[in-house]
T-cell receptor, first 112, second 111 residues
């Protein structure tokens, strides 16, 4: 199995632009998670899905962030409009059941 | 108070040393516990689950103390390749998928 696949690996954009991050979970996994990691705040859960349904989005910072999972093999995290404080590494993770999670390599986002 | 707290370190130890990390959690109803490892500029990866009776995987030993609400990780005979950040992870009591990650403890093993 190829593992969790995220794209792009790096994204540099200007403030105000729309950013879309993509994730392909491991086949057969029923949970998908989006995290953000910064030096100051560590690893924060933004939202997670179970069987493509959003379960908990309490970690989404504000309305500028949205996430979708149209099918079992694809999810997106969108930031519109982006701001410099959104600069971070965004990880997608998937798992079977609710415990062990397998992380993708992450998207390193820089908003200028 | 953070839900999961760790000493960020760094812990600088020579090769072959034994090193231990502790982690405390605030929710006494937490049910599942893990240690993840994260290498520099890489993704977190599961190192081991932590069981109530304690468990060992090679040079790594994890312990859980529910009464004091802390988890420990012991690394024996440390190798250069053990240099990484170790994340303490706790799952809450409710039937959800939410894991809470600590900020991590950084270990540097020196030759």
């Amino acid at each position: 199995d190829a593992g969790v696949i995220q794209s792009p690996r790096h994204e540099v954009t200007e403030m105000g632009q729309e950013v879309t991050l993509r994730c392909k979970p491991i086949s057969g996994h029923d949970y998908l998670f989006w995290y953000r990691q910064t030096m100051m705040r560590g690893l924060e859960l933004l939202i997670y899905f179970n069987n493509n349904v959003p379960i908990d989005d309490s970690g989404m910072p504000e309305d500028r962030f949205s996430a979708k999972m149209p099918n079992a093999s694809f999810s997106t995290l969108k930031i519109q409009p982006s701001e410099p404080r959104d600069s971070a590494v965004y990880f997608c993770a998937s798992g079977v059941g609710q415990n062990i999670q397998y992380f993708g390599a992450g998207t390193r986002l820089s908003v200028l | 108070r953070k839900e999961v707290e760790q000493d960020p370190g760094p812990f600088n130890v020579p090769e072959g040393a034994t090193v231990a990390f502790n982690c405390t959690y605030s929710n006494s109803a937490s049910q599942s516990f893990f240690w993840y490892r994260q290498d520099c500029r890489k993704e977190p990866k599961l190192l081991m689950s932590v069981y109530s009776s304690g468990n060992e995987d090679g040079r790594f030993t994890a312990q859980l103390n529910r009464a004091s609400q802390y988890i420990s990780l012991l690394i024996r005979d440390s190798k250069l390749s053990d240099s990484a950040t170790y994340l303490c992870v706790v799952k809450g009591s409710s039937n959800t998928g939410k894991l809470i990650f600590g900020q991590g403890t950084t270990l540097q093993v020196k030759p």
